[in-house]
Structure formats: structure tokens, C-alpha cells
């Protein structure tokens, strides 16, 4: 049983160009959520999907970000018109449906994509 | 507001025994997590604490006051493999977005 997945591990965008993070969660799991983590920062908060669904984004910044989980494929999380400030390694995690799994490890992490803005 | 403190950086020796605190306060509470970041790495959960008092876990253990908004995780035995970021984490909400501390970076040495 595949982990989260995530890629690309490593991208490089220059200022004003688009970029594009997909999460596939781990198998039979329905819940995604996207975190930030600056250099010398803790993990925060962005977005929390579910299918076709987005469910909390209060952690998103207002503009040139934007997530989606469709029916079919990965979680994208896009940012537009990178600057150099979205340099940061983007985790996502996923858990199981609500009433099933393991409560207490129900977020089960990626191994992040790191983005460079240049 | 949300707000979660744990030191920045510790130091063991290998062998030893380490306590690392987190303190929290945070709008709502529905269970505490403890973390491992190894650089470059994704989070591994270690333990989760709902209830107030100790769980134990092979090597880790980690408590939880919620009167007091404390928690600690506890290694022992250090290994060199331990060294890495541990994160302290609150679900403040009914299902699993957590809020952070900076993380606490823990070095084992010889």
C-alpha cells in the first residue's frame, strides 16, 4: 500500500510562472490537506479537501493560490505568478473517511515538494 | 489566537534521556501530536495524547495536561537516529487540520 505521494519532489519556477504540486493520497483515502513550511518555520496550514470538495481553505493566501481534489487524478495545488517569498517545501497529508481508520494517526504525510522560486 | 511553544533546538548524548516540552494555547482542542522530521523528510507520527496522562510507546512516551496546555515527549535510549526535528501539533478542530510549533531540533551525539 502506497504512502502519500507527491510530485515533483524538487521544482524550479522563475518569478511570474506558474507552479503545479499534485498529492495522490494514500489509498481508500478520501481527506487531503496541503501545509507550508518555511525555512526555519513550523508546518501551516492551507487547504483541506475532499472530493470535488473544498472543505477549509482559511489557511490559503487570498490570491494566486488555488487547490482542487476532482473526482478522478490528484489534489492539485497551484500557484500563479510565483514570487520569490512561495519558496517553501509544500506537504500534503491524507486520512481515511470520517469513522474509519485510526483516529489517532489519521494525517499521514508526503514527502513534500520543494519549490525554488528564481 | 493559536499558539504552540517548544523549544527551538536540544542537545543529548546518545544512551540518555530527553524531554522535550510543548505548551499550547489554541481555540479548541481535540488531541495533541507528537511528530519526527528527519531533514528533507516527511513527517512521521509518533504519538497522540486526548486525554490527560502518560502514553508509552516502545522508546517514546509522550503526556498531556489540558488544565495546563502541556505536553512533553520523552525519549530514551537515545540513538544517532533520533536526531531530527520533532514537531508538537494540536487538532483544534473536529477533523484532522493540525496547527504546528516551529519544531524542536533535536541533537544526539556520540
Known amino acids: 500500500n502506497a504512502g502519500v505521494m507527491q510530485n515533483p519532489r524538487h521544482l524550479v519556477r522563475r518569478r511570474g510562472q506558474e507552479a503545479r504540486l499534485r498529492c495522490s493520497p494514500m489509498?481508500?483515502?478520501?481527506?487531503v490537506y496541503w501545509y507550508r513550511q518555511l525555512p526555519e518555520e513550523g508546518l501551516k496550514f492551507m487547504v483541506y479537501?475532499?472530493?470535488?470538495?473544498?472543505?477549509?481553505e482559511s489557511g490559503m493566501p487570498k490570491e494566486r493560490f488555488s487547490a482542487e481534489f476532482p473526482k478522478e487524478g490528484p489534489s492539485i495545488l497551484r500557484i500563479q505568478q510565483v514570487v520569490r517569498g512561495d519558496s517553501a517545501a509544500y506537504f500534503c497529508?491524507?486520512?481515511?473517511?470520517?469513522?474509519?481508520?485510526?483516529?489517532?494517526?489519521?494525517?499521514?504525510f508526503g514527502q513534500g515538494t520543494r519549490l525554488t522560486v528564481v | 489566537g493559536q499558539n504552540i511553544d517548544q523549544p527551538t533546538e536540544m542537545t543529548a548524548t546518545e544512551g540518555a534521556i530527553v524531554q522535550i516540552n510543548c505548551t499550547y494555547q489554541?481555540?479548541?482542542?481535540?488531541?495533541l501530536f507528537w511528530y519526527q522530521q528527519h531533514a528533507g523528510e516527511a513527517p512521521t507520527f509518533l504519538s497522540y495524547?486526548?486525554?490527560?496522562g502518560l502514553e508509552e510507546k516502545g522508546r517514546f512516551s509522550s503526556f498531556l495536561s489540558r488544565s495546563k496546555g502541556y505536553s512533553y515527549l520523552l525519549l530514551k535510549e537515545l540513538q544517532m537516529k533520533d536526531s531530527a526535528s520533532y514537531l508538537c501539533?494540536?487538532?483544534?478542530?473536529?477533523?484532522?487540520?493540525?496547527?504546528f510549533g516551529k519544531g524542536t531540533m533535536l541533537l544526539v551525539s556520540p
Open positions: 495524547n486526548v486525554l490527560d
Open positions: 489554541t481555540s479548541g482542542f481535540n488531541g
Open positions: 501539533a494540536v487538532r483544534d478542530r473536529g477533523y484532522s487540520t493540525l496547527t
Open positions: 489509498k481508500g483515502h478520501s481527506h
Open positions: 497529508a491524507s486520512s481515511p473517511p470520517r469513522g474509519t481508520g485510526n483516529m489517532n494517526t489519521e494525517a499521514f
Open positions: 479537501l475532499q472530493k470535488e470538495n473544498i472543505i477549509d
